[in-house]
């Protein structure tokens, strides 16, 4: 038999060592902003039951959820379906179905005879788990599941891999990580603003400019009441999401599909070009809302929220983009969406205010706000902007060299000294060539190498070599470890 070509599924990768030290640079970077504002760590499986995450994304969201087919004989009790089953292996005949965003084939011919009337029904009897598409609705769950152990307003962070089914492209996968941070129990739009400042943190401390665009949900409502389509703000809201990808026309023809009518696409167009000042938006907003208090609403509390980074050191370029529409239909108020200035990436992060997510599942009136960091799309801006600090490349600090037994058990002393000490050092496994060894700890990046032949064992001078400046001299073996810190 042919040995197999390793492969990995596509919308995947493989991460090295070197993108490892980067990855987690970006990751230990965020964290300590998290911590730094008063947010607590926890985790949540991979897998949610599909109950927990259908319906929860939109129509377009709920196409991209990974779904997970029962293990086990999944189809014990259809009989007369003509499918054989084990594990989560299965066999088909006939016409095939494909859902977008699982594993599986089913023939069409079947179905009826089985006594299941549709694909959906089926994949349902067959799947009841899927991997997670976000970590904003695994939260919800776990905070009405463990309500009575968290203390409120509850401040969480979360740094994990979620999944998603869609097309692989340059800044967009299948396995991604989100760094999330979100507020649960409060209304107040300090948590906006604090939020807000997390954002300018963190890039700040990345060195990556970016421009932080504001919108509230309330103002896309009032807009689409104001052009009397109140009952199409989804539609509105997907449609306009898409606007710095296909452009102001196409997001039109795509709203005459979704059914809104000439007239109010008439009076949506001036909204879908709308530039100028804050004050300037304003105003022609405070004029389209005469009759919308939620539309009213909705514009009091961005210019909150404006007036307070206005007074606050807030680095980065924020702004209030009418035309941010952030498509997932559990926003409520705020929603934040961050650029990198000078990359044409898509967005490193995003959220907003959600006002009753957990009513979803049995605990209504909990009003949260969170924002969700891209850690992929920010490693890929980084990398194009040459943005990594060459010092988070080099974990070992300093590499002894081996030149024989004796020296060796010398070396193994120091070896143990320098780490006691925190420093990060290991010690060649073998006494070869002297530039061998130079040679891996290059490779390595490693930037210094304590030398110890017989000489040194008897003066009690170890050589330390500065592998960056190529520099050496004689370090007292006893101080060897306060010389490299």
Not at 135 to 164: D, E, M
Not at 166 to 186: A, H, L
Not at 265 to 285: C, N, R, S, V, Y
Request: hydrophobic residues 35%; aromatic residues 8%; contains cysteine.
């Amino acid at each position: 038999m042919a040995a197999q070509k390793p492969s990995i599924p596509k919308g995947t990768r493989d991460f090295t060592p070197v993108e490892m030290a980067r990855r987690n640079y970006i990751f230990d970077t965020i964290r300590a902003v998290f911590i730094l504002h008063g947010y607590q760590p926890i985790e949540t499986p991979a897998m949610e039951n599909l109950s927990t995450l259908m319906g929860k994304y939109g129509e377009e969201g709920d196409k991209l959820l990974f779904r997970i087919l029962n293990s086990g004989d999944y189809l014990k009790g259809v009989k007369g379906s003509g499918l054989r089953a084990q594990g989560s292996e299965h066999r088909t005949q006939g016409s095939e179905h494909r859902a977008q965003g699982s594993e599986w084939a089913v023939g069409s011919g079947q179905l009826a005879e089985s006594g299941i009337r549709d694909l959906s029904a089926f994949t349902q009897h067959i799947s009841e788990k899927g991997l997670r598409y976000d970590l904003t609705v695994p939260l919800a769950r776990f905070v009405v599941q463990h309500q009575h152990n968290l203390n409120f307003p509850f401040k969480r962070f979360q740094i994990q891999p979620v999944w998603r089914a869609d097309r692989p492209q340059k800044g967009r996968y299948r396995e991604f990580f989100q760094c999330d941070v979100d507020v649960i129990g409060s209304d107040s739009l300090l948590y906006e603003i604090e939020q807000i400042q997390i954002v300018d943190e963190i890039f700040t401390r990345l060195d990556l400019p970016v421009t932080i665009r504001i919108n509230n949900r309330k103002i896309l409502y009032g807009i689409s009441e104001a052009i009397g389509a109140a009952d199409k703000l989804t539609d509105i809201t997907i449609a306009m999401d898409k606007i710095d990808k296909i452009g102001v026309e196409k997001v039109i023809e795509e709203l005459t599909q979704r059914g809104l009518t000439d007239d109010a696409i008439t009076k949506l167009q001036p909204i879908l070009t709308l530039d100028g000042k804050i004050k300037e938006k304003k105003a022609f907003l405070e004029e389209l809302f005469n009759s919308s208090d939620t539309g009213k609403k909705g514009l009091d509390e961005l210019c909150h929220v404006l007036k307070y980074l206005k007074s606050l050191d807030v680095r980065n370029k924020f702004e209030f983009d009418v035309r941010l529409a952030r498509g997932l239909s559990y926003y409520t108020g705020t929603i934040i969406e961050v650029m990198a200035r000078d990359v044409p990436m898509g967005s490193l992060c995003g959220g907003g205010r959600y006002d009753d997510l957990t009513g979803i599942f049995g605990l209504p009136g909990l009003s949260g706000v969170g924002i969700s960091f891209g850690a992929d799309r920010i490693y890929d801006v980084l990398l194009s902007q040459d943005l990594f600090p060459d010092a988070i490349l080099s974990t070992t600090q300093l590499l002894l060299v081996n030149f024989g037994e004796e020296e060796e058990r010398f070396s193994m002393q120091l070896l143990m000294k320098a780490r006691k000490a925190g420093i990060p050092a290991e010690i060649y496994p073998e006494p070869v060539k002297l530039k061998k060894q130079l040679d891996y700890a290059n490779r390595k990046q490693i930037p210094y190498v304590a030398l110890a032949g017989k000489e040194e064992i008897e003066s009690g001078m170890i050589t330390l070599k500065n592998m960056k400046t190529g520099e050496q001299q004689s370090v007292s073996a006893s101080r060897i470890t306060e010389y490299i810190q």
